[in-house]
């Protein structure tokens, strides 16, 4: 119980410092949560385009758009930009004065990442309740269970994809630049995890890489989830494939840690 405590006034501190600088920062935040929706809108616009305001499968014009509309809220949501952080500080050797402070350099970045998902979770949810009355478009479920399944399932979606790009900037340890890999894995992401287009219009062969990559539950199932395109044992079963990339990339979170630390020498810093 005092871990928890002293880790809790650590969390405490490390967040006011990066609130602080998120204000300072306001413009550069302010542009780079605005560039974050611009690709499902030009997506969107795409589909509305194919549609012809006709149905594609068993999405509507309405489906599209509360579909997109999810797509920029879990987005932002479960986004992570340490991967390119983490190597620059391996790569020019700042990574040392982390590893002497108090604290794990891991809580460092977590605090970061949240005070950031705090802020645009709070701006999104105040933006849809807005929008709320004025059209039907925005009406998801709010019922008890299902609330609580979406707010679950982006939850272990924010740690996941978290974890994901975390250990790819570890990756850093062994290579000098990880941007071509870090590139590379956001690429299938885009395709695979559903923010292309909706999952159920995608070919067979992308719904079976399901199975054998995390892209999918990173974004697309919490998005079917707010949409309701998900329901009864499915979406156990995919809290459950959840839970078990978050244990994979746990353990190699600490696998390449703990060898990466082995290896490390810097100079300065």
């Known amino acids: 119980m005092r871990k928890l405590t002293k880790l809790w006034r650590v969390y405490i501190q490390w967040m006011k410092i990066h609130w602080a600088i998120l204000l300072e920062y306001r413009g550069d935040t302010f542009f780079y949560m605005l560039g974050g929706f611009i690709s499902p809108i030009v997506t969107l616009a795409v589909w509305m385009t194919v549609s012809g305001g006709g149905t594609i499968g068993s999405y509507d014009r309405r489906d599209f758009i509360l579909y997109f509309l999810s797509i920029m809220f879990v987005s932002r949501l479960t986004a992570s930009w340490d991967a390119w952080e983490i190597e620059v500080h391996i790569r020019e050797g700042t990574l040392s004065g982390y590893l002497l402070r108090p604290s794990s350099y891991l809580h460092y970045r977590i605090a970061e990442n949240l005070v950031y998902k705090l802020f645009y979770g709070v701006v999104m949810v105040v933006a849809w309740v807005i929008a709320w009355p004025f059209t039907d478009v925005v009406h998801i479920s709010l019922a008890p269970a299902n609330v609580v399944t979406i707010l679950l399932a982006i939850l272990l979606a924010c740690a996941t994809r978290y974890l994901l790009y975390y250990n790819l900037g570890l990756l850093g340890f062994w290579t000098t630049r990880t941007s071509a890999i870090i590139g590379f894995v956001e690429a299938l992401s885009m395709f695979l995890s559903g923010r292309i287009a909706p999952y159920a219009l995608l070919p067979d062969w992308v719904k079976a890489s399901q199975s054998f990559t995390p892209f999918y539950w990173n974004l697309g199932f919490p998005v079917d989830l707010m949409t309701g395109k998900l329901s009864g044992s499915a979406v156990w079963q995919g809290l459950g494939v959840q839970a078990i990339w978050l244990v994979i990339f746990i ?19």
């Open 251 to 269: 353990v190699v979170y600490k696998l390449l840690w703990g060898q990466g630390l082995r290896k490390h020498s810097a100079v300065g810093g």
